[in-house]
């Protein structure tokens, strides 16, 4: 559903440096999972138990990607979307629950997060060869087979059926926030107390840094990817940034960004950068693009009504809007960056 900046940088005070016997060090590993950038950090004074540990939670996110996958045709997701129109399909109780709390998020914000999103006609393109906006009867279309309400569950049976053909289901807004938790989970259940699982800028960080700090996350300028925008000092959250300013076209001089709107099909205007930060990664992931879509003023009513969720949005007129109880360090109102507390 959005393709996710990297928006996050890590401020570790002592990465894989020598240390003395028993004291913790920082143990990280990169590598590309669920086709986008993975980094899992284990801090522990056991070398044996931290690579045993990460190397748990990267074949847990390989296991989540198997069953979510819509690009794997053996994946039980995928079996969902041939059989659309046609007849329920069954499914382990974990694919099941996270399809049922993924109607509830739907609910939650009225339809702006939707799985069914899979389902859109791609008629936007981002590779620099469309020369003109769809018609509004394209673009309507194009949405036409979006309805959460529509992916109908039986509980008893542990079945979904996609009540009319044509219609898909996607992970791509929760996938990786779930794979997030999954990760943690495993890791926690080998011993690690004091680790981060960053998903290309979906990231869940657990305990402290190795000096016993609160894990520090730099939040960047939507307007100049180089500069800090803030920090956040996070314990035991996770921290979700959607964007709308890396992956764009310009028509006629009128930049239209990567996220759709699912009810409309047009390109969704008024905010640059939403930032979630909560306990559940696969909430915050779920959260960043329906508050990017449902603009300043709903987004933000919605996350103060949400116990432990709390948000940072910048829009389009570089004002800055915070929730009622996030704690930022701001580091400067660059590029005319102003507070709307």
Same mark, same amino acid.
């Given at each position: ?5 990297? @928006?996050f940088? @890590?401020?570790l ?15 990280r ?5 669920m ?22 939670g ?35 109780? #974990? ?7 993924? $109607?509830?998020?739907? !609910? @939650? ?8 999103y ?19 009867? &394209?673009? &309507? ?5 979006i309805?959460? #309400?529509?992916?109908?569950?039986d509980k ?6 996609l $009540?009319?053909?044509?219609? $898909? ?7 990786k926030?779930?794979? &997030?938790?999954? &990760? ?27 000096d ?12 100049? $990817? #180089? ?34 709107h ?45 116990? !432990? ?5 910048i ?21 005319? @960056?102003?507070?709307?507390?």
């Amino acid at each position: 559903m959005r393709i996710l900046p990297l @928006l996050f940088l @890590l401020a570790l005070l002592h990465v894989l440096k020598a240390t003395p016997e028993n004291e913790s060090e920082t143990h990280r590993k990169v590598l590309k999972l669920m086709g986008t950038r993975f980094e899992l950090i284990a801090v522990s004074s056991d070398d044996t138990l931290a690579w045993e540990a990460i190397n748990a939670g990267i074949a847990e996110i390989q296991r989540i990607e198997d069953l979510i996958s819509s690009w794997d045709p053996n994946s039980q997701t995928s079996a969902i979307n041939r059989n659309a129109g046609i007849k329920a399909v069954e499914v382990d109780d #974990e694919l099941f629950e996270l399809i049922r709390r993924s $109607k509830k998020v739907s !609910g @939650l914000t009225k339809g702006n997060f939707d799985i069914s999103y899979a389902s859109m006609d791609k008629i936007w393109r981002y590779d620099g060869s469309m020369a003109e906006i769809p018609s509004e009867r &394209a673009m &309507a279309n194009s949405v036409s087979k979006i309805n959460y #309400e529509h992916i109908l569950l039986d509980k008893q049976h542990s079945t979904v059926l996609l $009540k009319n053909t044509g219609m $898909k289901i996607g992970f791509g807004a929760i996938g990786k926030g779930y794979a &997030a938790n999954r &990760a943690k989970a495993v890791m926690q259940a080998k011993g690690i107390k004091d680790g981060v699982v960053n998903a290309a800028g979906d990231l869940l960080a657990w305990g402290t840094q190795v000096d016993g700090t609160d894990w520090r996350i730099s939040i960047l300028d939507p307007n100049n $990817k #180089e500069q800090i925008f803030c920090w956040l000092s996070i314990r035991d959250q996770a921290v979700v940034t959607s964007g709308n300013y890396e992956k764009y076209v310009e028509i006629d001089g009128k930049r239209y960004g990567h996220i759709i709107h699912p009810k409309t099909g047009m390109p969704v205007s008024g905010l640059k950068s939403v930032t979630i930060v909560c306990p559940d990664a696969e909430l915050a992931d779920a959260l960043a693009t329906s508050v990017f879509i449902m603009g300043a003023e709903d987004g933000l009513a919605l996350i103060n009504r949400m116990k !432990g969720v709390e948000g940072l949005l910048i829009d389009d007129d570089n004002d800055f809007h915070t929730s009622k109880n996030i704690q930022i360090d701001l580091v400067s109102t660059v590029n005319n @960056l102003k507070g709307n507390h």
